[in-house]
C-alpha cells in the first residue's frame, strides 16, 4: 500500500537559521498537504500541492511538490520560535491520505 | 460549530471494555476521516465516510473497531474489548469535499486503556 516516509524526524535550529523537512511517497500522489500540528494540539492545515513541479510559499515557508508528484519539501526561512511544532505531509491518492510520521521542529531563542 | 469537536477529550477505560468516541464534523462537510495517532508518530488512517457512506475502511486495525456515521454528519468510532495497544489519541476530521482535500481536524480524544 501507500506509504509516506518524512526525514528528518528530529530538528533543532537557532532562531534565524533555515529549516527544511523532506517527504516522499512510494507510489504516485494525486496531491499532497502539509500540517501543524503544536504540543498538545491537532494538525492544522498549512496547504496543499496538487500539479507536478508546483511551488508555493507563504510568508517565510516555501512548499514544493516534485515533478514525478512522489516527493514534496516545506523550507522555513529564518525560523522563529513561533515555528515550534511538527510538521506532517499528507499524501492522498484515491480517497485516502497517508501521513508522514512529521518532523519535530525545536527552534532555540 | 465553529470547528470539528469530539467528545469525550479524555477517557480511560479498563482492559476489555467497549468505548465509543463521537466526532461533531464542521455542519455540510462531507468527507469525515478518523485517525489513530500515537505518541510522537503521525496520524494513522483508519476510515473514511463520504456522507453516510463508509468509502474505505482498510485503517481499522482489527474487527474490534467499528465506526457509523448513519444520518451522514455525527461519527460514532467503537472499539470493542479494549487492549493496551488502543491507547491513542483518536483524532476525527473532515472536509468539504468529497475525498477528502483541506482538512479540518478536532481536538482529538485521548484513549488510555488500563
Known amino acids: 500500500g501507500q506509504q509516506v516516509m518524512q526525514i528528518p524526524q528530529y530538528q533543532h535550529v537557532q532562531e534565524g537559521e533555515d529549516f527544511t523537512t523532506y517527504c516522499n511517497s512510494s507510489t504516485t500522489l494525486s496531491n499532497i498537504q502539509w500540517y501543524k500540528q503544536r504540543p498538545g494540539g491537532h494538525p492544522v492545515f498549512l496547504i496543499q500541492?496538487?500539479?507536478?513541479?508546483e511551488v508555493k510559499k507563504q510568508k517565510r515557508l516555501t512548499f514544493q511538490f516534485g515533478e514525478a508528484k512522489k516527493n514534496s519539501s516545506l523550507h522555513i526561512t529564518a525560523t522563529q520560535t513561533t515555528d515550534v511544532g511538527t510538521y506532517f505531509c499528507?499524501?492522498?491518492?484515491?480517497?485516502?491520505?497517508?501521513f508522514g510520521a512529521g518532523t519535530r521542529l525545536t527552534v532555540k531563542p | 460549530g465553529a470547528g470539528v469537536s469530539q467528545s469525550p477529550r479524555y477517557k480511560v477505560a479498563k482492559r476489555g471494555q467497549d468505548v465509543a468516541l463521537r466526532c461533531d464534523p464542521i455542519?455540510?462537510?462531507?468527507?469525515l476521516f478518523w485517525y489513530q495517532q500515537a505518541l510522537g508518530q503521525g496520524p494513522e488512517f483508519l476510515t473514511y465516510f463520504q456522507n453516510e457512506a463508509q468509502l474505505d475502511k482498510s485503517g481499522l486495525p482489527s474487527d474490534r473497531f467499528f465506526a457509523e456515521r448513519p444520518e451522514g454528519s455525527v461519527s460514532t468510532l467503537k472499539i470493542q474489548r479494549t487492549q493496551q495497544e488502543d491507547s491513542a489519541v483518536y483524532l476525527c476530521?473532515?472536509?468539504?469535499?468529497?475525498?477528502?482535500?483541506?482538512?479540518?481536524f478536532g481536538p482529538g480524544t485521548r484513549l488510555t486503556v488500563l
Open positions: 476530521a473532515s472536509s468539504i469535499l468529497a475525498g477528502g482535500r483541506e482538512q479540518f
Open positions: 500541492l496538487v500539479k507536478s513541479g
Open positions: 499528507a499524501g492522498s491518492s484515491n480517497n485516502d491520505m497517508r
Open positions: 455542519s455540510g462537510h462531507v468527507s
